[in-house]
């Protein structure tokens, strides 16, 4: 007596291995009527042929010997993989001579090996993840997951502002990889289909089972777009967002094509899993990479500055020596030699500069930046940074633009002081010949405009995006004969945000440079 409730497939065949009894459960666990198979070879009914082949082999064997085979095997039901765990049982003839039938008891194990292979995966994944840190990484993360998780894989690197830099494509066919390239490189404000805008925005998986149908304008306007969807014949779409440390990094996409798979909650859950993974990796690659080019920058800065500090310490010693001498010898002191104490003076005032400017670095870093705001006209500080600065240049003109009576902010005296004052040194620095260096103050009702521009050597395109970040000086022919640390652009970058503010630079090589600070604008006083 056959139990009918049970979970399991259970069928009997006789010597031909043509089915005799087909339990109803396999109608609800794979969707066949008994009555499609009764009487009929499994041959018939368009089962894979490899799998006609492996059964024909055990129950061969269980028909001849008499002894009980088990087999496991995967096989595709509809969109989706299954697996299933085989028991041949062999059952003698009323005169127990001969095997009459075979019983075959089948269990639906998927979940299991679904299960088992995961975790293998996320092993094989996590290995990858550690053991490297190089470009190859993505590759070999692209090679555990095709074909076993999806038909293609595509990763996509994004920037800090989402922008995408770098697209990696996996294929389970070649002839697809250039379709797929080009379905992610295009880019139409009108294609509404793009996973990468929506899982980006939404920082959520996005799971597509149904078919993308390329021929309807609702879902994909966009003609170009739909052809390469036609020619890719995609069938099934996982977004993963890649998120670490609250940082978007990219979009890990799974397609699903030749093999029309669905996917499934566990493989969403699987493909969140490595996806976290893979964000964490990339994540601590760029952190590393970062704190590389830190020590690298603080190398490079301790060694500008102890050179820069070292020089006018040099130059220090060496006039006092001089002196020195001067008074052991005559014990009173010529022309020249007050003329050494001016220069004496020089040095001693740059030092001093140099070591305030440190100070307000390390004030910053180390978060002991505080303002003290209060409302002042800016006019008349402008005027008093610009003359000190052209009493210190020699051959540099000094014009100031500033047609108002009065502009009212409310800022750190000291500190915007200390912002102008390292833009007009940067302007007579970097315009070693010499040449008119204009201060201009706009406003309108909202904001006060400040434009310091000269006539020198000028930025590179790429650089001036750049030089605002700490340790970073534009590099130039002439860089070797200009002194500096390199956090000048930086502190006044700093101080003017913590105003509310922003600061620009249009420059052109070899023309000169424009700085512009845009500060809050207070309203004149009745």
């Known amino acids: 007596m056959i139990d009918q409730s049970n979970v399991d497939i259970i069928v009997r065949l006789d010597p031909h291995y043509c089915y005799t009894y087909v339990s109803p459960s396999i109608e609800h666990i794979i969707g066949w009527t008994p009555a499609k198979m009764l009487g009929k070879n499994y041959r018939d009914l368009d089962l894979p ?116 830099q770098q697209t990696l494509v996996r294929a389970a066919l070649p002839v697809q990889r250039s379709w797929i390239y080009e379905l992610f490189a295009y880019r139409s404000p009108s294609t509404s289909f793009n996973p990468t805008r929506a899982v980006l925005a939404q920082r959520q998986t996005m799971r597509l089972n149904a078919p993308i149908k390329a021929q309807d304008p ?40 030749p ?5 499934s909650a566990l493989d969403q859950q699987l493909a969140e899993d490595i996806a976290q993974r893979l964000a964490l990796s990339l994540r601590n690659r760029q952190l590393y990479n970062e704190a590389q080019t830190a020590i690298r920058h603080r190398e490079e800065f301790i060694s500008v500055a102890a050179h820069e500090i070292k020089s006018p310490l040099t130059s220090i010693l060496g006039y006092m020596q001089l002196i020195q001498r001067r008074l052991d010898r005559d ?55 610009a003359h000190d600065i052209e009493d210190l240049s020699t051959n540099h003109a000094f014009e100031i633009d500033c047609p108002f009576a009065a502009v009212w902010v409310e800022v750190d005296p000291l500190m915007l002081e200390l912002a102008i ?62 002194r500096g640390l390199g956090i000048g652009l930086y502190l006044v970058r700093e101080i003017v945000d913590r105003h509310h503010g922003s600061i620009a630079v249009k420059s052109t090589p070899q023309v000169g440079s424009t700085f512009s600070i845009t500060l809050p604008r207070l309203p004149d006083l009745r």
């Open 331 to 385: 014990e009173q002191l010529q022309e020249r030699d007050y003329q050494r104490l001016q220069m004496l003076f020089a040095q001693l005032r740059r030092l001093q500069r140099m070591i305030s400017s440190l100070l307000d670095f390390s004030r910053l870093e180390t978060g002991q930046f505080v303002l003290h705001p209060q409302r002042i006209d800016l006019v008349p500080l402008v005027h008093e940074v």
């Open 421 to 482: 004052y390292n833009l007009l040194r940067n302007a007579v620095k970097y315009s070693p010949d010499g040449g008119l260096i204009c201060v201009t103050v706009t406003q309108d009702e909202q904001h006060v405009q400040l434009h310091i521009s000269d006539e020198g050597i000028g930025i590179e395109p790429e650089l001036q995006s750049k030089i605002f970040e700490r340790f970073v000086r534009a590099e130039t022919p002439h860089l070797h004969q200009i």
């Open 218 to 257: 609702s879902l994909v306007p966009d003609d170009y777009q739909r052809r390469l969807l036609d020619q890719i014949d995609l069938h099934a779409v996982l977004a993963v967002p890649l998120v670490a440390y609250d940082r978007a990094l990219g979009v890990l996409h799974l397609l699903q094509a």
């Open 259 to 263: 093999s029309r798979r669905s996917f």
């Open 49 to 164: 042929a490899y799998l006609c082949q492996q059964w024909d082999s055990y129950l061969q064997r269980a028909f001849t010997t008499g002894e009980a085979q088990q087999h496991e095997y995967e096989i595709t039901i509809g969109n989706r993989r299954r697996w299933f765990l085989s028991h041949f049982v062999p059952e003698l003839g009323s005169e127990q001579a001969e095997v009459a039938s075979v019983l075959v008891i089948s269990r639906d194990i998927t979940d299991f090996k679904q299960s088992q292979q995961h975790l293998e995966l996320i092993a094989n994944v996590s290995s990858v993840l550690n053991s490297t840190l190089s470009a190859e990484m993505l590759d070999q993360f692209a090679d555990l997951v095709v074909p076993y998780l999806a038909d293609v894989c595509v990763i996509e690197l994004v920037d800090h502002h989402d922008e995408i």
